[in-house]
């Protein structure tokens, strides 16, 4: 299904990080490209996102990187401390021969998606639902509409409409877990005056508390801790609650503000990536909790080699099989080693601090780590950070 131009055509539901980073790396390659995304505005909600290496060279392939990165945060190192704020690892971030990491505000890196899809040509609708897809290359809208293309993309998150629609859940898991996320504005004093530019994540009992500062005047804190745990997970925090956990940062649990959104961990897993002329892309394929700070890394790289496979292929079907046999083993070992690192949530405090102080010295740990911030993803290789 060409049109008349003689461009090729895709139709994506969902405009997160992975369908607009399918959009606007399709139409720099000469397709012409509709997203659909359900809500009515293209906001997302306030808080950070830990971008790694491998996200930002994506991000540098699609023309983002100069916008996305104005105003970020580069932590010097990345922290984890036991309850009594001992430091159990560092995780070099940043230095010579380390992964980079930085981290924004989630609001400026769609918006800066959006931009260079736009200037791509990407047609964007909002209030437009997918409610399925065939694998013939139609994508299915709630008002009836049918629109036909020479792929379709489900980047329509961990609920996907359009995977279900074509039977390729293979399994999707509620790990218990999860965290509320909020913006507040940076303040001198929240911690001491060392760990002010630091990533640190506190850990206390099964709670722990993310410290991001997010731009000079953005601080993303996420309050993590188990679904059954009731008054930990209200929103807006219990601040007495969480100081109680957590008295070396009364400073800043004081300044909590009443916003915050509470979303569990999931992890998701397909029998295949596509079916026919349909892709899945995102959460919506390989969704996975973010204790590695990887699902919109991995959204990012999936959905731009996801265009350079299919951009010229004579064979859409072929294309994307081609795609899932590269991509996936990368991703599904992401989301196994970011799993593996949720089980110490539950471990008595001296055993993880005791674990954890010998663990981070282990090269071939830091290794299957970090494995997929040092990756050089597809489609990426002449633009090195
Ligand atoms: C607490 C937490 C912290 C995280 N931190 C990080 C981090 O630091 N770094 C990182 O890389 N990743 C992180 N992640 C993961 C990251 O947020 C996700 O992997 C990423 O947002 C997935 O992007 P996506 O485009 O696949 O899905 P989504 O962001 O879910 O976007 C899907 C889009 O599709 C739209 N949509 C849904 N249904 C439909 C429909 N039927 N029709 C049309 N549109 C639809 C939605 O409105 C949305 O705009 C974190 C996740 C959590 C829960």
């Not at 997160?16 to 790396?25: E, K, N, V």
């Not at 081609?322 to 599904?332: I, Q």
């Not at 071939?364 to 633009?383: C, D, K, N």
């Amino acid at each position: 299904m060409r049109e008349s131009g003689g461009k090729r055509h895709a139709e994506i539901a969902g405009a997160g990080i992975g369908g607009l980073t399918t959009a606007a790396a399709l139409a720099q390659r000469g397709w012409s490209v509709t997203v659909h995304e359900r809500a009515s505005t293209l906001r997302t909600f306030g808080a950070g996102i830990y971008i790694w290496s491998n996200g930002l060279r994506v991000l540098k392939a699609i023309g983002a990187y100069d916008k996305a990165t104005v105003g970020a945060h580069v932590g010097p190192e990345f922290h984890t401390r036991d309850h009594d704020d001992i430091t159990m690892e560092e995780i070099p971030i940043n230095g010579p021969g380390d992964a980079r990491l930085i981290t924004i505000l989630r609001e400026t890196l769609i918006n800066t998606l959006v931009d260079v899809c736009r200037e791509a040509g990407v047609e964007i609708r909002t209030g437009s639902e997918a409610v399925g897809a065939t694998p013939e290359g139609e994508l299915l809208l709630a008002d009836g509409t049918r629109c036909k293309a020479d792929l379709v993309v489900g980047a329509d998150g961990i609920n996907s409409r359009v995977r279900d629609s074509l039977d390729l859940l293979l399994y999707r898991r509620d790990l218990g877990y999860g965290a509320i996320r909020m913006l507040i504005p940076r303040a001198r004093g929240d911690v001491p005056h060392e760990d002010e530019n630091r990533y640190i994540e506190y850990f206390s009992g099964s709670r722990r508390i993310l410290y991001t500062p997010a731009s000079a005047d953005d601080l993303y804190v996420a309050l993590c801790c188990g679904a059954d745990d009731a008054e930990a997970l209200k929103v807006p925090a219990d601040r007495a609650l969480w100081t109680q956990s957590f008295p070396h940062l009364a400073n800043l649990i004081v300044r909590f503000g009443d916003a915050g959104r509470w979303d569990v961990f999931e992890v998701a897993k397909l029998k295949r990536w596509s079916k026919g002329r349909v892709a899945i892309v995102g959460d919506a394929a390989h969704a996975m909790p973010p204790y590695l700070g990887q699902g919109g890394g991995c959204a990012l790289m999936n959905g731009l080699a996801l265009a350079v496979t299919v951009a010229d292929a004579a064979d859409i079907g072929n294309a994307l099989g081609e795609w899932e046999a590269r991509e996936r083993p990368l991703t599904e070992h992401t989301q196994d080693t970011a799993e593996n690192l949720g089980s110490m949530n539950t471990w008595p405090d001296d055993v993880r601090s005791a674990v954890l102080k010998i663990v981070g010295k282990s090269r071939e740990l830091g290794e299957v780590r970090m494995r997929t911030a040092r990756h050089v993803p597809t489609g990426t290789e002449a633009f090195p950070l």
